[in-house]
């Protein structure tokens, strides 16, 4: 089993920035994907950013560029810089972490709101 626990959501004003983290307990030496997905109201929930255990870090289109994912191995953290924020970015975000065995544990999400 995994924990999840992110933090540092909040209201932001159009072209700020918010940093939101995502901090792995329990078995954790299995993690092996780390990544940020989000829901915004009456849409599906989809892919912000990943990055795998050694390095490399995929983003979704809409946030290349602005968004920077980053994660600690000795602390067990994700990171998601977010800069530039518009308003299309507010959502629930949701810290996702996947196993060598391709078992998936998301965290409990942390608003994001950018006022226009």
């Known amino acids: 089993q995994v924990q999840l626990v992110e933090s540092g959501g909040g209201l932001v004003q159009a072209g700020g920035s918010l940093r939101i983290s995502c901090a792995a307990s329990?078995?954790?030496?299995?993690?092996?994907?780390m990544g940020w997905y989000r829901q915004a109201p009456g849409k599906q929930r989809e892919l912000v950013a990943a990055?795998?255990?050694?390095?490399?870090?995929n983003y979704a289109d809409s946030v290349k560029g602005r968004f920077t994912i980053s994660r600690d191995n000795a602390k067990n953290t994700v990171l998601l810089q977010m800069n530039s924020l518009k308003p299309e970015d507010t959502a629930v975000y949701y810290c996702?972490?996947?196993?060598?065995?391709?078992?998936?544990?998301w965290g409990q999400g942390t608003q994001v709101t950018v006022s226009s």
């Open positions: 996702k972490v996947t196993t060598p065995a391709l078992v998936d544990y």
């Open positions: 329990g078995n954790i030496f299995s993690i092996n994907v």
């Open positions: 990055i795998a255990r050694v390095g490399s870090a």
